[in-house]
């Protein structure tokens, strides 16, 4: 089945200890997406490429950084992170259909930070 | 500075019986809206959008009511059945700059449909 797949599903790290989430998708679609969701709290997008360009949010922190090395896969580099950066992070992929874009969610990865 | 809210965490109904979900939102420029639902250790899965040009759109058991001048949005789940329990998060589109669309996301609500 053509999916998200996300990896690892779950993630500790130690506080300042460089982490890289991955994500790959099988629906070959042109958009992927990074949200970070704290517990009880919306997701928030942190970037998005379009194919190869990269749009990052204007408040996102220069400590989350991303890569795109091809269609399918797509990267999270936390270079340095905090005890406020434990959260959920969901990758995404979207095309479009019809005047709009479906956008289509892996299971996650809970980070945890020592 | 949440552009989508929905005030209610959590709401827990009988099975048969109907969910109603509620969501405002602030940003007159939401032209696009949609509803996902997801379940524990699963990312959120579309289940039903409706677009500013109408005030209702269904899906089977799933309606979802627009009132552009209240900027709200409402989905109604009848019947309501065990497996509904998920939490549910409201969504806005918004066009980037890239040419493509991101989501803004409500906080969800919790639904439980007991037996």
């Known amino acids: 089945d053509a999916m998200v797949i996300q990896n690892p599903r779950y993630q500790v790290t130690q506080f300042g200890k460089p982490v890289t989430l991955s994500c790959s998708q099988t629906?070959?679609?042109?958009?992927m997406y990074w949200y970070q969701q704290k517990s009880s709290q919306a997701p928030k997008l942190l970037f998005h490429?379009?194919?190869?360009?990269?749009?990052n949010e204007a408040d996102t922190p220069d400590n989350f950084q991303s890569r795109r090395p091809n269609t399918s896969f797509c990267f999270l580099d936390i270079r340095s992170p905090g005890l406020g950066d434990a959260a959920m992070y969901l990758c995404?992929?979207?095309?479009?259909?019809?005047?709009?874009?479906?956008?289509?969610f892996g299971p996650g990865t809970r980070l945890t930070v020592t | 500075d949440q552009q989508v809210k929905q005030n209610s965490p959590s709401l827990s109904v009988q099975e048969g019986r109907i969910s109603i979900l509620n969501c405002d939102y602030t940003?007159?420029?939401?032209?696009?809206f949609l509803w996902y639902k997801k379940y524990p250790a699963e990312g959120p899965t579309f289940l039903i959008s409706i677009s500013s040009i109408k005030d209702k759109n269904e899906d089977g058991r799933f309606t979802v009511f627009l009132n552009k001048s209240a900027k709200h949005l409402s989905l109604h789940i009848v019947p309501s059945q065990p497996g509904d329990s998920a939490v549910y998060f409201c969504a806005a589109s918004q066009n980037t700059q890239g040419g493509s669309e991101k989501l803004v996301f409500g906080k969800g609500t919790k639904l439980t449909v007991n037996p």
């Open positions: 940003n007159s420029m939401f032209d696009y």
């Open positions: 490429y379009y194919d190869k360009d990269f749009n």
């Open positions: 629906l070959n679609h042109n958009v």
């Open positions: 995404a992929t979207s095309r479009l259909a019809g005047a709009h874009y479906e956008q289509y």
